[in-house]
């Protein structure tokens, strides 16, 4: 987090703030912002600024100045003032307003993670990361994660964070996304339970555990559980479903709005159709500011190849676990977003009505993902951290550690 004045850039939230108040500016204008704040100490050549915000991509200087010029209007500045970014002729450009940086989860002082990779039987290899101190919690994977870029994205970097302060979380890149093999034969739903299963074992967890699943992600969490109730404790499902659209289509009529659906995303992410991914980031994230779309889109195609995504689509809109979550034998907590569009809230109820000691409580949200800014996200880490104990573990750990004896 970096403060000027009475602004605030914070980095992991992808925000302009002033006093308090959100400054909506474009990706590319942030990128430009952001860069130049992170090295005030010096002159930003043009070139540097042209690779840091746009990478390989051709363009022209004249995009670049329109891009600071959009920053200091933000700002309040100028380029004839330039009391906030100085333009250095024939160079670049330098921030020159006073900079603080804050420490916290987006400074120095936040949590680092550890990747590692493990492979699959049938010879995938799956990234895994480490992160947090804590009682174990593992979370099944969901859709299209990037271990290294969500560890910095707007989108789910405050999960890791939240998630990581109280546990020692464990988290993986499901098959074909993000830093595992994408190069895959199997997107079945076996290969998924199966993979967690592997994770869990080269992760070293060798105890009983919390289990958490998010989306797609709650019903790889259910089948893990049935399979193995000896290893999960507790299981968290957060936005999940026991039956994907077309498994829960119980009419014709709703069998073939599924049908186009699927049939109409499957095409739209062939053509690589913006238009489309801007309405599929607003049924994610209704209720996020259009920073977040573009976060959301841009770590998508991050993530995976486009045939990917279609296979992915279709293993999504199939799965059902309605037969099997009647036995789950541990405590389950079962949190939903009251006004999801992605996931209706019928199916948090199906899942409570299935899982025998389950609780469910609805969050006043809109987004699929709960984004940090909102009160939703706050209580949704409450929730968690007071079903696993986690809090009290902790606690307790830390009470024992400062009142235990010094070695000399």
Excluded at 53 to 76: D, I, N, P, Q, Y
Excluded at 272 to 282: I, N, P
Excluded at 399 to 404: I, L, N
Aim: aromatic share 8%; proline share 4%.
């Amino acid at each position: 987090m970096y403060t000027f004045g009475d602004y605030e850039l914070d980095p992991q939230r992808f925000e302009l703030r002033r006093a308090g108040e959100v400054v909506h500016v474009e990706r590319q204008v942030f990128g430009v912002l952001l860069h130049l704040v992170e090295n005030h100490d010096r002159v930003v050549p043009k070139t540097e600024l042209l690779d840091a915000v746009w990478g390989s991509r051709f363009v022209a200087e004249s995009t670049l100045a329109g891009r600071v010029k959009a920053a200091r209007a933000a700002l309040g500045d100028d380029g004839h003032s330039q009391q906030v970014i100085a333009t250095v002729h024939g160079i670049g450009y330098r921030f020159v307003a006073p900079v603080t940086q804050l420490t916290g989860p987006s400074g120095a002082s936040r949590r680092r993670q550890e990747i590692r990779y493990c492979r699959t039987p049938d010879g995938v290899r799956l990234a895994y990361a480490l992160s947090g101190q804590g009682p174990v919690l593992v979370k099944a994977a969901n859709w299209l994660t990037h271990l290294d870029y969500e560890w910095e994205s707007p989108i789910w970097s405050h999960w890791i964070d939240g998630l990581s302060r109280r546990h020692r979380l464990v988290r993986y890149d499901e098959r074909g996304c993000g830093l595992s093999d994408q190069e895959v034969h199997d997107f079945g739903f076996e290969a998924w339970v199966e993979d967690l299963e592997v994770v869990v074992e080269a992760a070293g967890v060798t105890h009983e555990f919390d289990l958490i699943g998010v989306s797609q992600g709650g019903a790889v969490a259910v089948a893990y559980a049935v399979r193995h109730p000896e290893r999960v404790r507790r299981l968290v499902l957060v936005g999940a479903y026991s039956r994907g659209r077309l498994a829960r289509a119980a009419t014709p009529e709703a069998r073939e709005e599924a049908a186009v659906d699927l049939a109409l995303a499957k095409l739209a992410w062939r053509r690589d159709d913006s238009s489309y991914r801007q309405v599929f980031a607003a049924q994610f994230l209704p209720d996020a500011p259009r920073a977040h779309w573009e976060a959301f889109n841009d770590l998508q195609r991050a993530t995976t190849s486009t045939a990917n995504v279609v296979q992915f689509l279709d293993s999504f809109a199939r799965i059902d676990v309605s037969g099997i979550a009647g036995r789950v034998r541990c405590p389950t907590l079962i949190l939903h977003s009251r006004l999801d569009q992605r996931v209706p809230q019928s199916q948090a109820r199906e899942l409570a009505t299935l899982i025998p000691d389950s609780r469910l409580r609805f969050l006043d949200s809109g987004n699929h993902i709960l984004t940090a800014d909102e009160p939703a996200w706050a209580e949704l880490l409450e929730e968690i951290e007071a079903f696993t104990g986690a809090s009290s573990d902790v606690t307790s750990a830390d009470e024992a550690r400062a009142h235990a004896p010094r070695s000399r």
